[in-house]
Each structure stands twice: as C-alpha cells, then as structure tokens.
C-alpha cells in the first residue's frame, strides 16, 4: 500500500453502471485498441506513417528521409503491417508501402488538430 488510505466510496449511482457496462466494448475489443494504440507510441513509427501519409515510398527512401538503417525501418514497417496500419503493394524487385485506409489518415489528422489544441510535448 502507499500508506494513503483508501477512499471508500459511499455514493453509487447504480442506474448510471449499469447503463455504462451495458455500453462498453467487450474485453478483447478494449484490448486490441490498446495495442493499435501501443503501436502510435513510438516516434519512429509516427514519423514513418506520418511520412505514408504524404505519399508511397519503398523502405530505403523512407530509411533515407528518416536517416535509418533500412533494417530498422523494415522491422518497423513489420510492425505496422501487423498491427494493419500500413500496407505493401509489390512492384517488381520494389515493394512500397503506404497508410492501410482512411481511419489511419484520420486518426492523424484528429491526433494533430488535438495537439493544436493544447500544448502537448
């Protein structure tokens, strides 16, 4: 225990629980918005989608305009594919990525005009 005592909370609103419960996402749902949102908290990968999110680009110009190794990039890439926020699209020997869909360009979009807002650092 930190050694604060523990509030008790003497004032339910039971009609308001249970209206909420009702209305929350299953447990498996919550979790797999947790980890999308896991993969947002890592800068590398914010500035490799945010660089998809102007255009296409193949690993080792994204490696070059992040100045990184293309392995770095490519594991992050790998990541990002998993977690369905980019997609490949092969061209021959090339392959060139860009953002999954629209939500993906949305949420950065909501994430920028939020900061906007407020003095997040």
């Given at each position: 225990?930190?050694?604060?005592?523990e509030?008790?909370?003497?004032?339910?609103?039971?009609?308001?629980?249970?209206?909420?419960?009702?209305?929350?996402?299953?447990?498996?749902?919550?979790?797999?918005?947790?980890?999308?949102?896991?993969?947002?908290?890592?800068?590398?990968?914010?500035?490799?989608?945010?660089?998809l999110?102007?255009?296409?680009?193949?690993?080792?110009?994204?490696?070059?305009?992040?100045?990184?190794?293309?392995?770095?990039?490519?594991?992050?890439?790998?990541?990002?594919?998993?977690?369905?926020?980019?997609?490949?699209?092969?061209?021959g020997?090339?392959?060139?990525?860009?953002?999954?869909?629209?939500?993906?360009?949305?949420?950065f979009?909501?994430?920028?005009?939020?900061?906007?807002?407020?003095?997040?650092?």
């Amino acid at each position: 225990m930190s050694g604060k005592a523990e509030t008790i909370c003497t004032v339910l609103h039971p009609e308001i629980v249970e209206y909420v419960r009702g209305q929350l996402p299953e447990r498996i749902e919550m979790n797999q918005l947790a980890n999308l949102f896991k993969l947002f908290a890592d800068q590398t990968r914010i500035r490799i989608m945010c660089a998809l999110s102007y255009e296409e680009m193949c690993v080792c110009d994204i490696a070059m305009l992040l100045d990184m190794t293309k392995s770095a990039i490519s594991h992050q890439l790998k990541l990002l594919r998993m977690g369905n926020l980019v997609k490949a699209r092969k061209s021959g020997k090339s392959v060139y990525y860009t953002l999954a869909d629209q939500h993906v360009h949305q949420l950065f979009a909501i994430g920028f005009e939020h900061n906007a807002e407020g003095s997040i650092q």
